[in-house]
């Protein structure tokens, strides 16, 4: 047995007990710095022009590619689930080489179904990007020798763009390709007509990330091999390039951006701890689709359990200073925390 001198001793060396505080459930509730709350999540969806009937992505479970009524009764299940923000991912059927000649047509039906049937009920962001549009699945419009993307250019329809899907009801835009501008541009058109009440949530911090695997799968927006653009790098953010990644966030906030979002998440939690310090901003964290699909694909095996790995997920992002969550499994959110 320790004698009661060397005890005591060792509590002066290390005078915090803290299993003390872990001790039960109460007490580590008290403890706690903070909760997961699912009124914090936004679900995305995809809907498909080509599709007849919904399908369920091949990588990850639980995500189907929706048709334009099927959409309309999984966004019913997911209310009743306590699930009422959306990011919205429009598949159109047709795609150009030249996407200034794209009407937006297909979006522009969906966000007006959607906010003809739930009206404020729901609260619909659209995905603005012509990955899904181009031939080439590049996020612009390339430039006649195909060696980069034209950044007016992009800009310029893109803005026109965000002015269709206002037009159509969205309650935010939320500019995902990466262009210089568009948000002063998205921002300038919403002012000038009578939209200056729709947000802009920017995708400022966007890596160029190997986790976007089975979503351009869904979206058909995988960027053709035979173009020369080192996939997306030439637009997307370097991994290593740290003060990019802060200054384009500090950029798209000087521009208008109302909400910033930082994406992939896991891989750059230090930059969601960075912005939240800095940035007087909500701050929105993408738990994008190959990092969804690899929690899925770890218990699937049976080797992880799905639900308590995607908690302690949105926990990291909750700690790193987020306080909005897109994930795949925000239709789960209320439930798992509930129960957790
Ligand atoms: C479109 C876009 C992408 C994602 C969101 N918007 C893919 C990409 O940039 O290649 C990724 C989302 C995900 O992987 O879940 N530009």
Not at 35 to 57: G, N
Not at 113 to 119: N, P, S, T, Y
Not at 129 to 145: K, M, N, Q, R, V
């Amino acid at each position: 047995m320790a004698n009661p001198a060397s005890q005591h001793t060792l509590n002066k060396r290390y005078p915090a007990t803290h299993r003390r505080l872990r001790a039960n459930s109460h007490i580590r509730e008290l403890a706690a710095a903070f909760t997961l709350d699912h009124r914090d999540f936004i679900q995305p969806l995809f809907v498909d022009e080509t599709l007849s009937e919904r399908k369920e992505s091949s990588g990850m479970s639980g995500v189907f590619s929706e048709t334009l009524g099927s959409v309309l009764a999984s966004i019913e299940r997911d209310i009743v689930a306590g699930v009422t923000k959306f990011l919205l991912f429009p598949v159109p059927s047709e795609k150009s080489h030249h996407p200034h000649d794209t009407d937006f047509d297909f979006a522009v039906s969906v966000v007006r179904a959607v906010k003809q049937r739930f009206g404020a009920d729901v609260w619909l962001a659209c995905d603005l990007c012509l990955c899904s549009y181009t031939e080439h699945g590049h996020c612009g419009i390339l430039s006649p020798d195909g060696t980069r993307l034209l950044n007016n250019e992009t800009v310029t329809t893109l803005a026109e763009y965000a002015l269709h899907l206002a037009e159509a009801g969205a309650d935010c835009i939320a500019p995902s390709d990466m262009s210089d501008g568009r948000v002063h541009a998205i921002r300038s058109v919403l002012d000038a007509t009578r939209y200056d009440h729709i947000a802009v949530m920017s995708y400022a911090s966007k890596f160029a990330s190997a986790f976007y695997g089975p979503f351009r799968d869904v979206c058909k927006s995988t960027p053709s091999a035979s173009i020369q653009l080192q996939g997306r790098s030439t637009y997307q953010l370097s991994p290593y390039n740290l003060s990019d990644a802060l200054a384009s966030a500090e950029r798209d906030l000087a521009e208008g951006a109302d909400i910033i979002m930082v994406k992939p998440a896991v891989p750059y939690l230090d930059i969601v701890a960075r912005l939240s310090e800095r940035l007087l901003a909500p701050l929105a964290v993408y738990h994008v689709s190959g990092e969804y699909a690899s929690v899925e694909l770890l218990a699937r095996e049976g080797l992880i359990d799905r639900h308590a790995a995607h908690l302690e997920l949105w926990t990291s992002f909750k700690r790193a200073g987020a306080s909005i969550v897109i994930s795949y499994a925000a239709r789960e959110a209320r439930g798992w925390i509930q129960g957790s």
